[in-house]
């Protein structure tokens, strides 16, 4: 590993290419040397944090977060030139030169060379210099982001009007919740929910720019303007002595620890954490596209839709040409149903960044949201040409096959991106999506299983495979998972409505009853509902209020569901079974 010539950049390269041969344990080790060689290599971080190894940020950065630092400001760093050189470096450079360095924007006082050289870096633009040296690192009335859920709840619809919204429903990781959609009508379309997310590090340009400090205190600023620019090494022994001998230096590693411990819980799913994390952040700092981007990203892993809409399109407003992140962003406005804002997304970014893979990816969830399916699998496919390891196209591009019911083809995208990256939870869900449909429901539990390990936060994943083990007949098991899934999130409706049938099903007709008449607040229109009261009403022999019910599923039902509770109304009188309380699919 010392061999490896180029200090740190060519020690996290190596990583990089075991990465790509899922050679994981190894990366790590050659991603945690090059941050030993270069503390500020924000890119060998964030992989560490990608492949999900448990780093510290404080055994990196130091101990200090960016609020400890409230009383060190930048404006002792006096700027006397448009580009003040450096007066504090050593003679070695391999292993800060050519390398992917700090967030992107950063500047640091004490000469440490920020550029990104890394052809897929996914280092956060931070505030600029003069920001830094104009004020304090103190945080001062930043814009909050919400945090809590919004109470009002529209309603929402459990399935969908057609075969083409059912098989469109069930593909993206979805479930139904009564928040972030326009209320429903009678056979509205069905609200699906996802976790999709993006594993696959976003696509830049590769760029170089230095930024040069003097130190303070120095008098040889005319004498040095032609001096030739030497980085600062960090694999030199007097490294330690340079960092504690500069204030400035303080203030970015506590910088870069508190963005390093959010990213970190970010990706291991603990949004709320990560949120918080980011609120310790200055202003100048928090309302920047990176932090901004990451704080949306935590929303829509807790299915906070509304609210990642509104920091993607302040990432928008600050940052109109940026393309990292942007998938996601798409895939918010594809959960909330906006047509508008998305092709207006999707024709800055086509207008902007054609060969970015991920302006592809934002035009094919566009033809999506139409119900365009193969208009949207060639989109897809096109940013997969682009970039073949981007993961997330691979899922997407499955979720579309799924939704045209061709279970091959969407089995083989979701295997290719978790070839890619065995840490894409979405592409577990897929497939375990396809082995329910196709009644493999052992399978099926195996791969929901595999994905809530990944991420156990995730109410849409306790909810499926709580469907699973129904249908595998585990009811007292799957019980449990749903519950957690209505804990996770409590205006989950799917999970509601399940664990009404499961309680059916175990004879517990009150309790059953009485989750589906508070469900039928949440879904008023919903005529599953009103199908699964009137058959509990039926088993408590109150054959008046069943007719009620079941006649009122029968005016709310798709016409494919009509005949079998109209059998079901004439057979009123008969003991029915308990094993047909839903409607089928």
């Not at 994981?24 to 040397?33: I, M």
């Not at 009002?152 to 969908?160: A, E, Q, S, T």
């Not at 100048?284 to 932090?291: I, K, W």
């Not at 006649?551 to 047909?580: C, F, P, W």
């Amino acid at each position: 590993m010392d061999q490896v010539p180029n200090g740190a950049a060519g020690t996290f390269l190596m990583g990089q290419i075991l990465r790509k041969s899922q050679n994981l344990k190894k990366a790590a080790e050659y991603y945690r040397r090059s941050l030993q060689l270069n503390p500020s290599l924000w890119s060998a971080f964030e992989a560490l944090c990608q492949i999900g190894e448990d780093v510290d940020p404080a055994e990196i950065y130091g101990g200090e977060d960016a609020t400890a630092n409230e009383d060190l400001t930048m404006n002792s760093f006096a700027i006397d030139s448009p580009l003040p050189r450096f007066t504090l470096s050593t003679p070695q450079m391999a292993s800060g030169f050519n390398s992917p360095m700090t967030p992107q924007g950063i500047s640091s006082p004490t000469g440490f060379p920020v550029f990104a050289l890394d052809a897929t870096p996914c280092t956060p633009p931070l505030s600029s210099t003069p920001d830094l040296l104009a004020s304090s690192i103190k945080p001062k009335g930043r814009i909050e982001v919400a945090l809590r859920k919004n109470v009002d709840r529209n309603r929402k619809v459990l399935f969908p009007d057609s075969s083409t919204d059912r098989s469109r429903s069930t593909t993206r990781l979805s479930t139904q919740r009564s928040s972030d959609v326009k209320p429903s009508t009678k056979n509205s379309t069905r609200r699906s929910l996802s976790n999709r997310t993006s594993m696959a590090p976003s696509r830049s340009s590769i760029g170089l720019t230095p930024v040069m400090f003097d130190n303070p205190g120095q008098e040889s600023n005319k004498e040095n303007k032609n001096a030739p620019f030497t980085p600062l090494s960090f694999a030199g022994a007097d490294a330690d002595e340079v960092f504690a001998s500069d204030a400035g230096t303080v203030v970015v590693m506590a910088l870069l620890k508190t963005l390093g411990s959010a990213y970190k819980l970010l990706c291991q799913y603990r949004c709320l954490e990560a949120l918080s994390m980011y609120q310790k952040l200055s202003e100048s700092q928090y309302n920047t596209g990176y932090v901004l981007s990451q704080v949306a990203r935590a929303h829509y892993e807790m299915v906070n839709y509304r609210e990642a809409d509104e920091c993607y399109a302040q990432v928008r407003r600050l940052e109109p040409y940026r393309t990292e992140g942007m998938e996601v962003y798409s895939s918010v406005l594809w959960h909330l149903k906006k047509t508008i804002d998305m092709s207006h997304l999707a024709h800055q970014m086509i207008e902007s960044e054609r060969d970015c893979a991920t302006s592809w990816v934002v035009l094919g969830n566009c033809f999506s949201l139409q119900k365009e399916h193969e208009s949207s699998i060639k989109f897809f496919s096109r940013a997969l040409q682009l970039d073949p390891n981007f993961a997330y196209a691979h899922s997407l591009c499955g979720h579309e096959h799924l939704a045209s019911d061709d279970l091959e083809k969407a089995g083989n995208s979701y295997r290719s991106a978790l070839r890619i990256d065995t840490r894409h939870y979405t592409a577990w869900y897929g497939l375990g999506m396809i082995y329910f449909r196709q009644e493999k429901y052992d399978m099926a539990e195996y791969h929901f299983r595999r994905a809530l390990q990944i991420n156990s936060i995730s109410s849409v994943l306790h909810c499926y495979l709580g469907v699973a083990l129904k249908a595998n007949k585990k009811r007292e098991e799957a019980l449990k998972y749903i519950d957690m899934a209505i804990e996770i999130d409590p205006y989950n409706i799917l999970a509601r409505y399940n664990r009404a049938v499961i309680l059916a099903s175990l004879e517990e007709y009150e309790m059953a009853l009485q989750e589906a008449e508070s469900l039928q607040e949440s879904a008023p229109r919903e005529a599953p509902i009103y199908f699964l009261m009137g058959k509990i009403h039926r088993k408590l022999n109150d054959i008046p209020s069943a007719i009620f019910y079941l006649t009122s599923a029968l005016d709310m039902a798709e016409n494919k569901h009509s005949n079998y509770i109209k059998n079901v109304i004439d057979r009123i009188d008969q003991a029915d079974g308990i094993d047909d309380l839903e409607l089928s699919n």
